[in-house]
């Protein structure tokens, strides 16, 4: 079985400010890591993933995460956030042949002007 | 439409009283997803369709929750006996199958908000 543990529920920062939203995971087995972004009301709409390959992967919006094996690590960084990136940022793995994605419990980003 | 269609959009129930919640996936998609969000517990995952297979029903909750998905498209998630604690939004994705299922990127639906007084 597979855990995704996003250290802080909440973070404030003020606009143009960088962020780091903080993820790690436990699994005896190879994940795939996947970053997903929920506006109010809305669905999930997928960020960045790492699949294989160079681990540092770049996203929608100027975000990127880097994958560190042995930190069992995906943490999520914007150099400069604006207004219209608060919303809830969730991390979640996907264990090499599962199906389902196992998520973490989320992080509120609250940019302030 | 283009994305994942799910409806209605928002659900009250009274206790006792079954519910059905309709997830529309994205047209050609062959894999198909429940999960529930609540405060209580996150995003869990619920039920897996793909394709003609049997359903993965691991995270079901328990035999009120029952899921199917007709001709391989559409699906419908019924909640017998609603309790309280059912209360929660649910929300579907589809995704594509291109090589490893786990690798497929899954597109999300805006969820149904079930509330159940």
């Known amino acids: 079985a597979q855990s995704v543990t996003q250290l802080d529920s909440q973070v404030p920062v003020f606009e143009e400010a960088p962020v780091e939203l903080r993820c790690n995971y436990s699994s005896s087995v190879s994940v795939y890591l996947f970053w997903y972004v929920q506006y109010p009301n809305q669905g999930l709409q997928l960020l960045l993933k790492y699949l294989s390959g160079s681990t540092l992967v770049k996203g929608i919006n100027g975000f990127e995460a880097e994958f560190n094996k042995s930190q069992t690590s995906f943490h999520l960084r914007k150099p400069s956030v604006h207004i219209s990136d608060t919303a809830e940022y969730f991390c979640a793995v996907n264990r090499n042949a599962g199906n389902m994605l196992t998520f973490g419990g989320g992080t509120r980003l609250m940019v302030k002007p | 439409g283009a994305g994942v269609s799910q409806s209605p959009s928002n659900k009250v129930t009274e206790k006792g009283k079954d519910v059905e919640l309709r997830c529309d996936p994205i047209?050609?998609?062959?894999?198909l997803y429940w999960y529930r969000q609540s405060l209580g517990q996150g995003l869990e995952f619920l039920i897996y369709f793909q394709g003609n297979s049997a359903p993965d029903k691991s995270g079901l909750p328990s035999d009120r929750f029952s899921a199917e998905r007709t001709g391989g498209s559409v699906s419908t998630l019924t909640i017998q006996r609603t309790q309280q604690e059912d209360s929660a939004v649910y929300l579907c994705a589809s995704s594509s199958q291109v090589g490893q299922t786990a690798q497929n990127i899954q597109y999300f639906g805006a969820g149904t908000r079930l509330s159940v007084l």
């Open positions: 047209s050609g998609h062959t894999a």
